[in-house]
């Protein structure tokens, strides 16, 4: 039967991944897989997610199926994280994480409208363009950092998007989920979603990191605008970096539309041809965390701590390269947001990085900077710097 497969090529984080945990050297660093961890390393447990976790331990009297589209107390538990208050005119389905959330609004994408075009970041992540491709789905890229200057390119991204159509969908990315770490400010946002109410095309927001920038309900405030100015728009949610429950695939995909009862029954039919029914544990812990003021109070500290964490990393890596290069190019790490940088390096030069110095990160120069700590920057910096003037 198998004679004749090729062998295909894993996703570079994944890869990337196995090359660290295969690296041999002590002293190795990793800024590329996209986990939050603390300055020792680990990944650990939020305290509310224990918390939760031993709740449902003590009153949970069943493992018996959910429905298909998952436990409604959890879509309405994180509408309300995201809009506010669960939208009459909502649809939900849960998922096996965010991934699988994308992937069922593009299948849904696929079964209204076919031709439509699915318009992806430059940069982004790998997944979103691999979906597309697997569902058969045209796709087109459109602007979004200026690699040389490390910032948000305002202009080229409204020229392209100028181009979208009716009943085009268009990938973005809620805060802090560009793996460039540049986040559109609050007038480019409005203009994204003129440009889209404008030309009848429909968002597709892929958020997971509510809390990383700003609290959480600060955090989704393009979704809320984009959920009051459009009539369509579409939310893949994942839980995985928000609650630390990386390993439970939390996702819940999002409808927005007058037609959500419709909708919401090519969900249901979705789900029941990739798994039929959805994980639940960690949708439940969610729901516990969400609906229990002790709790919330609790996750929101530690996303508070998580956030300053993440904000010193960012200054102390740009004033070591501001003394190791005398130059002020990195500077605007300190205006970026979330766990991600994208870095003006090539292959050549990431390799290098790997090979000499063991810091590992993706190929296109994205770091995770919660890899950078008080002990790991100086060698993080000097190793920068040595591949920047070239030397490497």
């Known amino acids: 039967m198998f004679e004749t497969l090729t062998a295909r090529t894993t996703d570079s984080i994944l890869t990337l991944m196995q090359a660290f945990r295969d690296d041999p050297r002590d002293d190795k660093i990793d800024l590329g897989v996209g986990i939050w961890r603390e300055p020792d390393g680990t990944t650990p447990v939020f305290k509310a997610v224990k918390a939760a976790e031993q ?25 309300q994280l995201l809009f506010g208050q669960a939208p009459q005119r909502m649809a939900a389905a849960a998922t096996v994480g965010g991934t699988s959330a994308v992937r069922q609004l593009l299948a849904l994408t696929r079964v209204a409208r076919p031709d439509a075009t699915i318009w992806i970041p430059r940069q982004t992540w790998p997944n979103h363009w691999a979906l597309a491709q697997d569902l058969g789905l045209s796709a087109q890229p459109y602007a979004w950092l200026d690699r040389a200057a490390c910032v948000l390119d305002r202009d080229a991204v409204l020229r392209d998007l100028s181009g979208v159509q009716a009943g085009d969908v268009v990938i973005l990315h809620a805060c802090c989920h560009n793996p460039t770490g540049a986040d559109p400010d609050p007038d ?27 609290t959480p309900e600060a955090d989704a405030g393009w979704i809320r605008q984009a959920a009051a100015c459009l009539p369509e728009v579409l939310i893949a949610f994942s839980g995985s970096k928000s609650f630390g429950l990386y390993r439970e695939r939390v996702g819940l995909a999002f409808v927005l539309s007058d037609h ?74 300190t205006d970026q947001v979330g766990m991600f940088a994208l870095l003006p390096l090539d292959e050549t030069r990431v390799a290098h990085l790997r090979e000499v110095h063991g810091i590992y990160m993706v190929g296109d120069g994205r770091i995770n900077l919660a890899g950078v700590t008080e002990e790991t920057c100086p060698r993080i910096a000097s190793a920068l710097a040595e591949v920047m003037r070239g030397r490497g």
């Open 55 to 79: 709740h449902l331990w003590r009153t949970q009297e069943t493992k018996a199926y959910v429905g298909m589209l998952g436990d409604s107390a959890f879509h309405t538990a994180v509408a």
């Open 188 to 214: 480019l946002q409005a203009a994204i979603l003129n440009v889209l109410q404008r030309n009848g095309a429909v968002p597709l927001i892929d958020a997971a990191y509510l809390g990383f920038a700003d």
């Open 260 to 333: 959500a009862g419709v909708v919401q029954s090519h969900l249901a039919v979705l789900n029941r041809m990739d798994f039929t029914f959805p994980p639940d544990h960690g949708a439940r812990v969610v729901t516990e965390i969400l609906n229990d003021a002790d709790l919330r109070r609790s996750w929101t500290e530690e996303l508070g701590s998580i956030r300053g964490t993440l904000r010193t990393s960012r200054q102390r890596l740009a004033q070591a390269l501001r003394a190791e290069l005398q130059s002020d190019l990195f500077d605007v790490l």
